[in-house]
């Protein structure tokens, strides 16, 4: 356990953890960079909410005065929703954000990490990083996947979106020894889609299942996450060629504004959403609660095994 003086864990968590009540993690770089306020703060709350009602107790992560903050209260959920300047945190710039004691919203991959570290097993998203289109010339591969590779927490997300390579995000998933499991269907999902034209190299279709994966995964000692890709709800689907249409643009627009590194993705989401207005904010709200159910049942599933 690392030192305390790092860790900030909510007490309604804390209690859980030391009752072994289920707690699902969740992230803050969507309340942040990946939505508008107020929507940001009321999907975190709803999702929150979402957990709950399935029987988990839900641990937004989140970095604030040289601590990482494990459950949230509302005020640090507006707090993180409406401050502008709030840095977006993967694992290479926690060090400087926590020493310097800067508000961060965390990325998947800092949020795993702080998951790990409070003992939570599950974290609850939308979509991942993974490996950019073109990342043959740029190396540009999210430490999402990085951190996949090597911390015990699993990921519940609608799949990847398109502003990535999928193929090359589910090889080197491969590579990196993370099971990637389709909840529910054959097929691979891409966050706005169902669809993705990737087969899923796994599918599982109860939590029980998933759970029972889980526990053997980390009893072999094969460390790192699974991926399990949670499509979203077909009356929330978006067509591909549209969302196709919108990404290629954001892609050209973020080459002539020379947006590199860490903004890219911020950038890319940020256009379409702005592009498709409320229907993509309405099927990322729809995806990332039914993450959260998934997240909650397979988190109470694993309790059970116990
Ligand atoms: N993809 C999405 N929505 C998101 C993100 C990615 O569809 O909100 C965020 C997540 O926090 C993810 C991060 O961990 O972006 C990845 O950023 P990067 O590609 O810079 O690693
Ligand atoms: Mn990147």
């Known amino acids: 356990m690392i030192n305390a003086k790092y860790l900030q864990i909510h007490p309604e968590v ?7 009540i289920p707690v699902v993690a969740l992230e803050s770089t969507i309340i942040s960079h990946g939505m508008p306020w107020p929507q940001n703060a ?4 709803a999702v929150e909410d979402v ?3 399935y029987g988990a107790i839900p641990a937004t992560i989140a970095i604030k005065d040289g601590r990482c903050l494990v459950g949230l209260s509302q005020e640090d959920i507006e707090f993180f929703g409406q401050t502008k300047g709030v840095w977006k945190v993967s694992l290479r710039d926690m060090p400087f954000v926590m020493a310097n004691k800067l508000p961060g919203a965390t990325t998947v991959a800092a949020t795993m990490r702080i998951a790990a570290l409070a003992g939570i097993k599950i974290f609850a998203t939308g979509g991942t990083g993974g490996v950019h289109r073109g990342a043959e010339m740029t190396m540009d591969v999210s430490a999402d996947l990085t951190e996949m590779g090597q911390t015990n927490v699993a990921v519940v997300a609608a799949g990847v979106k398109s502003i990535l390579d999928i193929g090359l995000t589910l090889e080197y998933l491969e ?4 099971p990637v499991v389709t909840y529910g269907q054959d097929e691979f999902p891409s966050f706005y889609s169902s669809k ?3 087969k899923s190299p796994l599918r599982m279709d109860t939590p029980e299942g998933m759970a029972q994966l889980l526990a053997t995964k980390w009893e072999l000692g ?4 699974v991926l399990i890709a949670n499509p979203i709800p077909a009356a929330y689907e978006m067509a591909s060629a549209l969302i196709e249409t919108h990404i290629q643009q954001a892609l050209d627009d973020a080459a002539q504004q ?8 911020p950038f890319i989401l940020q256009h379409i959403a702005s592009h498709t207005q409320g229907e993509s904010l309405e099927a990322n709200i729809a995806l990332i609660k039914n993450n959260a159910r998934v997240a909650a ?4 599933a694993m309790h059970k095994l116990k």
Do not use: P
């Open 14 to 20: 804390q209690h859980a953890l030391d009752h072994n």
């Open 42 to 45: 009321i999907t975190a709350k």
């Open 51 to 53: 957990v709950r009602q």
């Open 175 to 178: 590579t990196l020894g993370v």
């Open 196 to 198: 993705s034209g990737f």
């Open 222 to 225: 094969l460390n790192g996450s």
């Open 258 to 265: 020379n947006i590199k590194g860490k903004e890219v993705t």
């Open 297 to 300: 049942e397979i988190a109470v």
